[in-house]
């Protein structure tokens, strides 16, 4: 079983930046990948970005280039650097790991971005 805990979300002003954090525990297996999704009020869950325990990362489009996935794999926890933040980036922000052929979901962190 792996528990998960999220911190870092928040209200901002459009341009802003936030900063989550998601660390894992409770595995003594590889935790791999980890990531972010994300949902707002209406819609589907997304996949925000996503990062390998070698450093590969893959981002959603929308996010390109205003946001950066991290991980420290020591502490098995992922991070996720949000800039140039705008009211569309307003969403609940769930970590999602895998684990042994599993996969592990935060509870959520709300982000919004409103001035």
């Known amino acids: 079983q792996v528990q998960l805990v999220e911190s870092g979300g928040g209200l901002v002003q459009p341009g802003g930046s936030l900063r989550l954090s998601c660390a894992a525990s409770?595995?003594?297996?590889?935790?791999?990948?980890m990531g972010w999704y994300r949902q707002a009020p209406g819609k589907q869950r997304e996949l925000v970005a996503a990062?390998?325990?070698?450093?590969?990362?893959n981002y959603a489009d929308s996010v390109k280039g205003r946001f950066t996935i991290s991980r420290d794999n020591a502490k098995n926890t992922v991070y996720l650097q949000m800039n140039s933040l705008k009211p569309e980036d307003t969403a609940d922000y769930y970590c999602?790991?895998?684990?042994?052929?599993?996969?592990?979901w935060g509870k959520g962190t709300l982000v919004t971005v409103s001035s």
């Open positions: 990062v390998t325990r070698g450093g590969s990362t």
């Open positions: 409770g595995s003594g297996f590889s935790i791999d990948p």
């Open positions: 999602n790991v895998g684990a042994r052929g599993r996969v592990y």
